[in-house]
């Protein structure tokens, strides 16, 4: 709602204060109109059909909808679907996806923002560095209770057992609103081949789990019978209904393998609903993988038969072919929630809605892709980047006529604001080109950034700005904000760079880079390439011996002086006389260890350039992951204040830089 309010001068004529008041009124009219949230926002009784979310780019940002207030195993408003977001436990999980503390408290801060009703934070068990990330968010973005009342929900996973739940309660219990959630398998699969259980064993496992947590103090207590997809419903209706006698208020049900088609897991959610004891005192949830990619169809098949939790991650990531993806759930909700899920004999009305703010999902979406290193494919559902392009002619026509007849939601919706390759305001961004006009551009493009990541951006955007004719276009802007916002742990800065290659010649490369001492050094190395000799001295300059994994790289655009933007992988080699310091695996949910793998980005119109400014990236993630892992171990050990220098030298850092980095 917009007021217009201010100084009023008396009409010189009657007849003219008339016209002049019905004009204003007729303004106050329309601007209270498009200021009202779209329709999928609408309270139920309020809403109408409608194709499309948003009805015009100018629309601003909708008020996140109100949700009922929280309560354990309850949710007031039958209609309500709490949002589960596990990017930072399960989407961790995928290979290559490892996220330092910094980078999982951004994400967190972002999640809040775009309103999920619980966060699992992660594992803590896994690592003292998991175990500190989930303390800091829960101590933190558990702890900001926003204007309308709304904190999230903080959860660590744990495995049925005292260390395990211990350890996540240690993690978690400093949030407004802390919550376990403790699991074991129960297919026959798994408790013959994996945990060489009986389903007796099981069942007294589950019940001593969730009274052990509930003993900590914890009322909210989340239990997932592992792998349900496959496991017999009779022994499921056993073993939920004895964990929730223990204390359980949501029964999580996983299709682990991703085995189930929509209308089986429906038909389980439904059957266990009806069937298990006391299952109107608990949330049933879902959690289902992509394996056969049904995870989201699965989920709202949930939805659509009692389930109030659904479990998912930004853009899908996860185990193997990853999860029920946020952004499809919540659109499909919004969209269809008000007339698509109405069962005969359910709670509710069937008219179903969450409290997802969606115009902060493009947003959420790349901070989750660049900190992770896995971006979507051009053609992924909601924030792919061709999600919102038409190619064909017939499409294009339809588009300029009226945009509905091929888009049932439109960008502005999510937070991507149409434009052209130009902001649109008509500012062309070129090396004149203000701070100013750089942020607005970048907001419209989706990109919410704090005043330190702002300036990062735009020393990167002049200096590169320089160098390139013609302006920037969005996809370089882009880049850069990949290169420079996204960097929250940062030892070494690259200063300088030279190579010498030719096919003669054996290609040489002087490197010079400001360690976080605040002494600039620099040396120089012969390689196979120009980048492998740039690797190269980075490795001697950090003093570290790492294996690259993945290299890529690809233009942003077209043209000779396009921007080139390269992502790479690495993990830890232990070596060269630092052998057994690196830290190289932590414990995964399944028992395993899982080895630690560091990504890094990096743009300029120089692929050399680009590929150093991508090794570093990945190099500054794995020094402090791991200077983060030996302060706490020491710590633990009792190695008191000394343990930053120490870990410090662990990692090839002498101490006066530890000190620094400390």
């Not at 996140?64 to 989407?91: A, K, Q």
């Not at 330190?452 to 802007?477: M, Q, S």
């Not at 990236?617 to 794995?622: G, R, T």
Request: charged share 25%; aromatic share 6%.
């Amino acid at each position: 709602m917009v007021s217009i309010s201010g100084p009023a001068a008396p009409p010189r004529f009657p007849a003219a204060g008339l016209l002049l008041a019905g004009l204003l009124l007729l303004l106050s009219l329309t601007l209270t109109a498009a200021f009202l949230p779209p329709p999928a926002l609408l309270p139920p009784q309020a809403s109408k059909p409608a194709t499309c979310l948003f009805s015009s780019s100018s629309a601003p940002p909708p008020l996140r909808r109100p949700r009922p207030p929280y309560e354990p195993g309850r949710i007031s408003d039958p209609d309500y679907v709490r949002v589960f977001d596990t990017t930072l436990r399960d989407g961790e999980q995928s290979p290559g996806a490892t996220l330092t503390s910094s980078e999982k408290l951004e994400i967190a801060k972002q999640l809040a923002k775009l309103g999920v009703d619980v966060i699992e934070a992660g594992f803590p068990i896994a690592s003292p560095d998991d175990f500190e990330a989930v303390k800091r968010i829960a101590d933190t973005v558990g702890n900001a209770v926003f204007e309308d009342g709304y904190v999230p929900v903080i959860c660590g996973l744990s495995r049925a057992n005292e260390k395990d739940i211990g350890r996540s309660w240690d993690a978690v219990k400093g949030a407004v609103r802390p919550r376990i959630h403790t699991f074991i398998a129960t297919s026959k699969i798994h408790m013959e081949s994996k945990l060489n259980k009986t389903p007796d064993e099981v069942v007294d496992i589950a019940v001593k789990a969730v009274e052990y947590a509930k003993s900590l103090g914890c009322d909210d207590i989340e239990f997932s019978p592992e792998d349900a997809g496959r496991s017999d419903p009779e022994f499921l209706v056993r073993i939920l209904g004895e964990v929730i006698k223990a204390g359980a208020t949501t029964l999580n049900i996983p299709d682990t393998t991703g085995w189930n088609m929509p209308w089986e897991f429906g038909g389980l959610i439904r059957q266990l609903k009806k069937t298990v004891p006391g299952a109107d005192s608990v949330i049933f949830s879902t959690h289902c993988q992509n394996d056969l990619g049904l995870s989201t169809a699965n989920s709202l098949a949930g939805a659509m038969n009692g389930a109030r939790q659904v479990e998912c991650t930004i853009n899908g990531i996860g185990e193997r072919a990853g999860n029920a993806a946020l952004e499809e759930i919540v659109m499909a909700i919004a969209l269809k929630g008000d007339e698509q899920f109405r069962e005969e004999g359910y709670q509710g009305s069937g008219r179903l809605y969450t409290a997802i703010n969606h115009v902060h999902i493009t947003a959420a979406s790349r901070m989750v892709a660049e900190y992770t290193g896995m971006t979507c494919q051009p053609h992924k559902a909601i924030v792919g980047v061709n999600a919102f392009q038409h190619e064909s002619g017939i499409h294009q026509d339809g588009m300029i006529k009226n945009k509905a007849t091929y888009e049932i939601m439109t960008p502005e919706s999510i937070g991507l604001m149409r434009g052209e390759s130009q902001s649109g305001a008509g500012i062309v961004l070129g090396k004149h080109s203000g701070r100013n006009a750089v942020s607005t551009r970048l907001k419209e493009l989706g990109y919410e950034l704090d005043k330190d990541k702002l300036n990062a951006v735009f020393a990167r955007f002049k200096e590169v700005a320089e160098k390139k004719k013609g302006g920037l276009e969005d996809d370089d802007l882009e880049a850069l904000v990949t290169d420079s916002a996204y960097n929250t742990d940062v030892f070494y800065t690259l200063k300088d760079l030279t190579v010498t290659t030719g096919m003669s010649g054996i290609p040489t490369a002087t490197v010079t880079m400001l360690g976080p001492d605040g002494v600039t050094r620099f040396v120089a190395c012969t390689g196979t390439g120009p980048v492998d000799a740039v690797y190269k001295a980075i490795d001697k300059l950090v003093g570290i011996k790492v294996q690259l994994d993945t290299y890529g790289m690809q233009a942003v655009n077209e043209g000779i002086d396009a921007l080139a933007i390269t992502r790479v992988t690495i993990s830890p080699v232990e070596g060269d006389g630092i052998e057994g310091t690196i830290s190289r695996a932590s414990l995964h949910a399944n028992g395993n260890m899982k080895l630690r793998k560091f990504s890094g980005s990096g743009s300029d119109g120089d692929i050399v350039i680009a590929s150093a400014r991508a090794y570093t990236s990945a190099v500054n993630k794995l020094l402090a992951w791991n200077l983060r892992r030996n302060q706490m171990d020491d710590e633990k050990g009792g190695g008191g204040a000394g343990g930053g220098v120490e870990a410090a030298e662990k990692v090839g850092m002498d101490s006066e830089t530890a000190v620094v980095a400390k």
